[in-house]
T-cell receptor, first 112, second 113 residues
Framework: DAKTTQPTSMDCAEGRAANLPCNHSTISGNEYVYWYRQIHSQGPQYIIHGLKNNETNEMASLIITEDRKSSTLILPHATLRDTAVYYCIVDINTGTASKLTFGTGTRLQVTL | GAVVSQHPSWVICKSGTSVKIECRSLDFQATTMFWYRQFPKQSLMLMATSNEGSKATYEQGVEKDKFLINHASLTLSTLTVTSAHPEDSSFYIC?????????FGEGSRLTVL
């Protein structure tokens, strides 16, 4: 699996957009970009994933660069409940099993 | 969405005892489940991959005789920490796949005194 690089921590004011970057310069053509988050003392929560095109769901938007070497997770209107560690993971979506390798993630602190 | 439940959510035990943690997929059949361990302020580390009806595949450095994994049905996998010691105190998390998406349990916090 390709490795990812994320900033260790970020702050965001409540109500503002939180933009979390991720570098995955060695990603291969069949690897997807996944984003999960982990609120303190809970299991990881799936946010979004994509291959090439930008994706949006009720939680967030995922912007993937044309060369796929980096991506940005956007939380459009961050709230205090979005404070968590956000993990960017690249993995092959085999459709049968997904053994995700977690990096260190970005600790997002949303403040008043 | 699909739900994966872990039990117990927290457990305290004495050193030398064994502890069993259950991971259940509540509304889907999970052919594969994964077990992770997370120490304070660290990321999740994959321990093993559990396939229904077969032996688990352990990651390098994880003792299979200490961390017994059983996946006897499509909805249940168990992790037994045998002869637990204080250094085994950790947050244990399972995940399960229905062949597409991956769903995580809420985690089980083990404290060994």
């Amino acid at each position: 699996d390709a490795k990812t690089t994320q900033p260790t921590s970020m702050d965001c004011a409540e109500g503002r957009a939180a933009n979390l970057p991720c570098n995955h310069s060695t990603i291969s053509g069949n690897e997807y970009v996944y984003w999960y988050r982990q609120i303190h003392s809970q299991g990881p929560q799936y946010i979004i994933h994509g291959l090439k095109n930008n994706e949006t769901n009720e939680m967030a938007s995922l912007i993937i660069t044309e060369d796929r070497k980096s991506s940005t997770l956007i939380l459009p209107h961050a709230t205090l409940r979005d404070t968590a560690v956000y993990y960017c993971i690249v993995d092959i979506n085999t459709g049968t099993a997904s053994k995700l390798t977690f990096g260190t993630g970005t600790r997002l602190q949303v403040t008043l | 969405g699909a739900v994966v439940s872990q039990h117990p959510s927290w457990v305290i035990c004495k050193s030398g005892t064994s502890v069993k943690i259950e991971c259940r997929s509540l509304d889907f059949q999970a052919t594969t489940m994964f077990w992770y361990r997370q120490f304070p302020k660290q990321s999740l580390m994959l321990m093993a991959t559990s396939n229904e009806g077969s032996k688990a595949t352990y990651e390098q450095g994880v003792e299979k005789d200490k961390f017994l994994i059983n996946h006897a049905s499509l909805t249940l996998s168990t992790l037994t920490v045998t002869s637990a010691h204080p250094e085994d105190s950790s947050f244990y998390i399972c995940s399960a796949t229905n062949g597409g998406e991956l769903f995580f349990g809420e985690g089980s916090r083990l404290t060994v005194l």
